[in-house]
């Protein structure tokens, strides 16, 4: 029951398009005590099914600028890589730290940054 909670948590924050790692990765390393590099891995495997549904919506709704997404795919291809090769390379409690930081960059941007319409006001 537990899986199915994290599953379902983890799938409605993806299709919203934050990204559902930050929920998953947590929730499996610390309830399910799996190993950071096996929550990461199952990470990239829960993404793909629900970045395809999530892209499929997005398309039929019109919310993708495709010349903008086209070099960001790109270089996060590149990316991808590089950054694979480097969580191989890094031990499971350096990767955990690692990215528990990034998740407290990220909190903290987003708790502070000002949105479009508090600028325009």
Same mark, same amino acid.
């Given at each position: 029951m537990l899986l199915f909670l994290i599953g379902l948590a983890a799938g409605i924050i993806s299709g919203m398009g934050i990204g559902?790692? !930050? @929920? #998953?990765?947590? $929730?499996l390393v610390i309830f399910v005590n /799996?190993?950071?590099?096996?929550a990461q891995s199952?990470?990239?495997? &829960? &993404?793909?099914? *629900?970045?395809?549904? $999530? #892209?499929? @919506?997005?398309?039929?709704n019109?919310?993708?600028? &495709?010349? /903008? $997404?086209?070099?960001i795919v790109l270089f996060g291809l590149a990316g991808s890589f590089v950054g694979s090769q480097l !969580? @191989? *390379?890094?031990?499971g409690h350096s990767l955990k730290k690692w990215f528990a930081l990034f998740l407290l960059v990220m909190g903290c941007?987003? &708790?502070?940054?000002? /949105?479009?319409?508090e600028t325009e006001a």
């Open positions: 559902g790692g !930050a @929920i #998953l990765i947590p $929730a /799996s190993d950071q590099h096996i199952v990470n990239l495997l &829960f &993404f793909i099914p *629900t970045a395809i549904i $999530a #892209l499929i @919506i997005h398309i039929r019109k919310k993708i600028e &495709f010349k /903008s $997404a086209i070099p !969580a @191989i *390379t890094l031990p941007y987003e &708790f502070f940054r000002k /949105s479009k319409k």
